[in-house]
């Protein structure tokens, strides 16, 4: 006999849909002018339950000092590695990589919770999607299979992230360091050169994804949402023109002109007592 999660309600899902919407628009909301948000509009919360949502959501506000949490806490035994970005400017394709985590609500259903988490790596100087990754929960696994996709392709000078659980564990760092990548980690609880700006690039990115796909769609399975995403991020990468870029396409800027397919994953569902799971195998397409 297995434990099957209980479903989070329509009303758990409604809250959470407003509070990504609200910060997509606006990342630099915390929890705290969320809440005055909400309660302006008419929802009764208050801010340790938009906290916590939050906190599962894997949503922080962007802004400098102590108070800014990671989208996951570091673990205490993990290592720290230094900042390396200070007057850095990321000036060629696989100079300088970021990865980061966001929320991609969905419907919700029997089975299916109302959100999954996708974790991107980012070429800085081109705005290049490199790899992806889809999961229902925030195990180290996604984050994993994303990571050697992206050295699959390439190895980049540079690879910044926060200083989250995710980019600490030594199973991670330790692909970076064996990669030959340099590692470089936001400082905690100080604000210098460059940082805030690296924080906005992957607010852009989250905001771009979610306001041109994820909220124009309804996605009712994580089949659905990956299929949506997959496409989105094709059209991302070889399509869409960047005004940052002088109007070329992220794919113009890395790849040379040439129409590269991003690594795109498939998805092996797995029922176990009705508890699902997803396992996300990435493969170069």
Not at 121 to 144: A, K, N, T
Not at 228 to 236: A, D, N, P, Q, T
């Amino acid at each position: 006999m297995y434990y099957q999660p209980k479903p989070p309600s329509e009303e758990e899902l409604r809250l959470k849909r407003r509070i990504d919407e609200i910060y997509t628009e606006r990342p630099f909301y915390g929890y705290r002018r969320i809440a005055v948000q909400l309660r302006q509009e008419g929802v009764l919360v208050n801010r340790k339950a938009v906290a916590r949502h939050m906190q599962e959501m894997g949503l922080s506000a962007i802004v400098p000092g102590p108070h800014r949490p990671n989208l996951s806490k570091r673990a205490h035994q993990h290592s720290i590695y230094p900042y390396l970005l200070k007057g850095v400017a990321a000036d060629a394709p696989n100079h300088v990589w970021g990865v980061d985590i966001t929320y991609i609500r969905m419907v919700g259903g029997e089975g299916y919770p109302g959100w999954l988490y996708l974790v991107a790596v980012l070429d800085w100087h081109s705005r290049y999607i490199v790899s992806w990754e889809l999961s229902r929960d925030m195990e180290q696994g996604f984050v994993m299979l994303a990571a050697r996709a992206a050295l699959a392709r390439a190895r980049p000078t540079i690879w910044n992230s926060d200083q989250g659980s995710h980019f600490t564990s030594p199973q991670y760092t330790s692909l970076l360091e064996k990669a030959g990548v340099r590692i470089s980690m936001d400082g905690r609880g100080r604000y210098v050169d460059n940082i805030f700006t690296e924080m906005e690039r992957s607010a852009v990115l989250w905001r771009t994804i979610k306001y041109e796909e994820v909220y124009l769609h309804e996605y009712s399975t994580p089949k659905e949402a990956r299929q949506g995403l997959s496409e989105y991020i094709e059209f991302y990468n070889n399509e869409r023109p960047h005004q940052s870029l002088d109007y070329q396409t992220p794919a113009a800027i890395y790849c040379g002109n040439r129409r590269t397919p991003t690594p795109r994953a498939s998805e092996t569902a797995i029922s176990k007592g009705g508890n699902l799971t997803l396992e996300i195998a990435s493969r170069l397409s």
